[in-house]
């Protein structure tokens, strides 16, 4: 694995502008930055498969296991949600995607940071914008990527399984939300599916019917089936409409489904750890604090946190580290902390996507300081 | 084996974000939003929609920004205000709006106004 700089694409804003990524630079600092690239071999693009695919298949079982323990309470996860959990989870509900977050250099197994599993962003960045620059940087090179055609291989096998006649979608009026649906979106067209995009505030509840609607000002309501949400569960179980969320259990078909709060929660991490004691792909993770040594160094991460938000790392050796926001009230956990590897003063997190239920290929954000937040920068990479 | 060989777009064409790059922050959210009609991305564009929506509430009936009136032969519209504050005691939006006689709308999205949802 190495970290290899060259100049950018000389029009390289139009290029990635024209595959549909608007969101390139924020204040005035390029998000995607090709100025370089990493650069793996094929046995290190083939370690990353095979961990995504096994720990893939472990947090499926944790979610059994959390479920037959009526483990809830450890993520906080609020009681009137719990039904809604185990029924998306005995329908089988769709799950479309999720991107594990590693720390890796090449050399030693990757390590799981945490798996985010309901609204995981840089879609596009990983299966479009870094693709089409792979054509242009590096044609006859390979890249750890097939996100495109799985999610589109995906949307085609869950038609059967969709309902109604149109899947919809719906985020915020955020513009890289707002990108990621609607390349989600595109996908779903390519295989067969009809769609449409509401911005939450279309999103409304008919008193009479009692059904979700799309509401929009200047047309008559409409049922919603099935509607694919970039929005975190947790967030919805204490808005407004959970209530309402829970009256149409079973009516109104969500993807992600409800099970994936259990996934999306750092809480996870130390039920993995607690089934899977040991496993090379994983760090000691912990609801105490007391379970490390005084002498260990760990991260303290919320259950519930964000882009890197809250995130305390407490070393003795290196110093301590944190990270500003609103997190945290929820509870914590402690995980050991596993530094990411450092090219130059470049540290990446390996974001490896999950399409269905399979490994699909990787995106790497790196940043300067030892927490990946929401100042990251997006890095193609390719393999020979 | 692990690589996409074609990649295809409709919604994400270059021809409607071509044309969005040079918005604003807003109007290019808009050219997501409606991917199938450019024309949201022209800054000149007039007509008679105003892409902002303030229901008004009087004398029993709500009009939206095209000052129709939504609520007649509907039934009344009981506030979701008091009935979530009534049974779970959770977090109350301030956004609660009425759409139709029996639609409510602005239910969800309070949390994430004004932050990232993504991870």
Redesign the interface.
Known sequence: MKRIEHAPRLNWEARVEEKGMLYHTANGVPYWNEEAHYEFNLDQIEELEAATNELQEMCIAAVQHVIDERRFEELAIPEWMIPMILNSWERDDPAIYGRFDFSYDGFNAPKMLEYNADTPTSLVEAGLIQWFWLQDHAPNADQFNSIHEKLVGYWSFLRKYLRGQTLQFVSMDDLEDVATVTYLRDTAEQAGLSTSYISFDQLGFDNDLRRFVVARESAEPQLIDSIFKLYPWEWMAHEAYSDELIETEGKTQWIEPAWKMILSNKGILPILWELYTGHPNLLPSYRDQYMFRADEPLVVKPLLSREGANVSIIDPYGGNHNTSGEYGEEGVIYQAYHPLPDFGGYRPVIGSWVIGQESAGIGIRESAGPITDNFSRFVPHLFY | M????Q??????T?AM??G??QQT?KQ??K???H?SNPSVCSQNRVGG?VPV?YPMFTGGYYY??YGRSYSENH?T??S??T??TA??G????S??KA??G????????????GR????
């Open positions: 692990k690589r996409t060989s990649i295809t777009l409709t919604l994400m270059a974000v071509a969005c790059a922050q290019r959210v050219c997501y939003q991917p929609y929506y939206d920004s039934p519209y009981k979701a205000a009935r979530y049974t779970t959770r977090s109350l939006p956004s609660v759409n139709g029996s639609v409510s709308r602005g239910g969800f999205g309070s949390t994430g106004a990232s949802v993504g991870a």
